[in-house]
C-alpha cells in the first residue's frame, strides 16, 4: 500500500517570490511520481511526473520537482511565481507493477498574494 | 492530444432521476476511470475499467453504475441518488497493462442532487 504526505495545506506567496511545496510518500513498493495542478472549476492537469532517471523532472508552466528516494519527497518548485499559479496542487504515487491506482495526497492551495 | 472529454458539464437531478455522464478519450489509451471529487479533496477513486473490463469497484453504492461499451468511452448511470452524492465528477484514461501510470484527466462533471 502507498500513502502520501503533504504537509501544507495552504501556502500564500508573493508574486514573483520562488514557492516549494512538499510532498512526502510511503510505499512498499517501487512507484511512479506525479504532480497535478487544478485550476478552479476544472480538471486536473499532469504538471509532471518522475519514472526514471535524472532526480530533477522539469513540468509546464516553469515548475520542477526532485526526487529523494532517501528522504522519500518529491518537492515543487518554482522560482517566480505568477498570479496564474493560483490553484490546488496534488501529489499522487502508483506502483510501477500491479495495478494502475493513483494515490494521492491531500492537497496544497496555492494563493499568489499581488 | 491528450483530450479527455466529459459530458455535460454540469448536471442537476433529483432523487429520483436517472441520468447519465459521458467520458470519451482518443489516445488509444486501454484503462478508463471514474473518481469523485468533493470540495477541498483529492479526488477519490470509484470505478477502473482496463481493456473494457471492470477491474475495480471501490465499494461503490449500487445507485452509481458505470459502463464501458468501447475503448474510447466510458458511461456512469446514475440512479435515485442521494443529496451527498453532489460533487464533480472525474474521468481520466491512462495506457494500461505495461503503462506508466500516468492518468489524463477530463475537465469533470459538476453534480448537483436536489
Known amino acids: 500500500a502507498q500513502s502520501v504526505t503533504q504537509l501544507d495545506s495552504q501556502v500564500p506567496v508573493f508574486e514573483e517570490a520562488p514557492v516549494e511545496l512538499r510532498c512526502n510518500y510511503s510505499s512498499s513498493v517501487s512507484v511512479y511520481l506525479f504532480w497535478y495542478v487544478q485550476y478552479p472549476n476544472q480538471g486536473l492537469q499532469l504538471l509532471l511526473k518522475?519514472?526514471?532517471?535524472?532526480?530533477l523532472v522539469k513540468g509546464i508552466n516553469g515548475f520542477e520537482a526532485e526526487f529523494n528516494k532517501s528522504q522519500t519527497s518529491f518537492h515543487l518548485r518554482k522560482p517566480s511565481v505568477h498570479i496564474s499559479d493560483t490553484a490546488e496542487y496534488f501529489c499522487?504515487?502508483?506502483?510501477?507493477?500491479?495495478?494502475?491506482?493513483?494515490?494521492f495526497g491531500t492537497g496544497t492551495r496555492l494563493t499568489i498574494i499581488p | 492530444d491528450t483530450e479527455v472529454t466529459q459530458t455535460p458539464k454540469h448536471l442537476v437531478m433529483g432523487m429520483t432521476n436517472k441520468k447519465s455522464l459521458k467520458c470519451e478519450q482518443h489516445m488509444g489509451h486501454r484503462a478508463m476511470y471514474w473518481y469523485k471529487q468533493k470540495a477541498k479533496k483529492p479526488p477519490e477513486l470509484m470505478f477502473v475499467y482496463s481493456y473494457e473490463k471492470l477491474s475495480i469497484n471501490e465499494s461503490v453504492p449500487s445507485r452509481f453504475s458505470p459502463e464501458c461499451p468501447n475503448s474510447s468511452l466510458l458511461n456512469l448511470h446514475l440512479h435515485a441518488l442521494q443529496p451527498e452524492d453532489s460533487a464533480l465528477y472525474l474521468c481520466?484514461?491512462?495506457?494500461?497493462?505495461?503503462?506508466?501510470?500516468?492518468?489524463?484527466f477530463g475537465p469533470g462533471t459538476r453534480l448537483t442532487v436536489t
Open positions: 499522487a504515487v502508483s506502483p510501477i507493477f500491479g495495478n494502475e491506482k493513483l494515490t
Open positions: 518522475y519514472l526514471s532517471g535524472s532526480t
Open positions: 481520466a484514461s491512462s495506457q494500461g497493462r505495461g503503462g506508466r501510470g500516468e492518468q489524463y
